[in-house]
């Protein structure tokens, strides 16, 4: 008996993994080699492609791809319409399967609607991608990137507050009160 829940017209085929808990929704596909963690929720139109690595508790808007070569941890969440690309240069008459580029997603990352990860790059935990963004190049933990190309602008702690540092370097969270640092042009938490 399955541990978890797909609606009657997803397809799930074998040999892939699915955590207890997750529920699977309208239209979508997994495919063969898929790992899914406990209570992930993916939504409808949803496709996840062969040695797809997903955590717990991920999130998946509607009208989602994930490909070959991306792997996410516990509590992402992708926007609706969002997008990955697994190779640099498709072009459809040369076979690029042996060379997709890996992508991987940190702890608590929130990417927007519509926003697009070029392959290769790494998103580091807690960061946040603005809605509509294209991602060109990796994005350290807790960045708030948006805009085409993504560029940084801030800094966004763990509850998705915007990061004000003092002349100290350091921050506040104004709902968790957890306390983080800026150094080296990176942020962590203090406590």
Request: glycine content about 10%; overall charge negative.
């Amino acid at each position: 008996m399955k541990d978890y829940f797909a609606h009657e017209t997803a397809v799930v085929d074998e040999g892939c993994q699915i955590g207890k808990g997750t529920k699977i929704w309208h239209f979508s596909h997994i495919m063969p080699k898929a790992v899914i963690g406990e209570a992930c929720n993916i939504g409808q139109n949803v496709v996840i492609s062969p040695e797809v690595i997903l955590g717990k508790n991920v999130k998946v808007q509607n009208n989602v791809s994930i490909y070959t070569g991306v792997t996410c941890d516990d509590d992402v969440f992708l926007g609706p319409s969002m997008v990955f690309t697994n190779v640099t240069n498709p072009r459809s008459a040369v076979n690029r399967r042996d060379q997709y580029s890996k992508t991987h997603v940190g702890k608590g990352v929130s990417i927007g609607a519509n926003a697009t990860i070029v392959c290769g790059h790494d998103i580091g935990k807690f960061a946040f991608i603005g809605a509509g963004a294209v991602v060109t190049k990796n994005v350290l933990p807790y960045a708030l990137v948006v805009g085409n190309p993504a560029r940084q602008i801030g800094w966004i702690s763990e509850f998705g507050h915007r990061l004000e540092f003092n002349a100290d370097a350091e921050a506040i969270c104004p709902e968790s009160s957890q306390k983080y640092v800026l150094e080296n042009g990176a942020v962590d938490r203090a406590d």
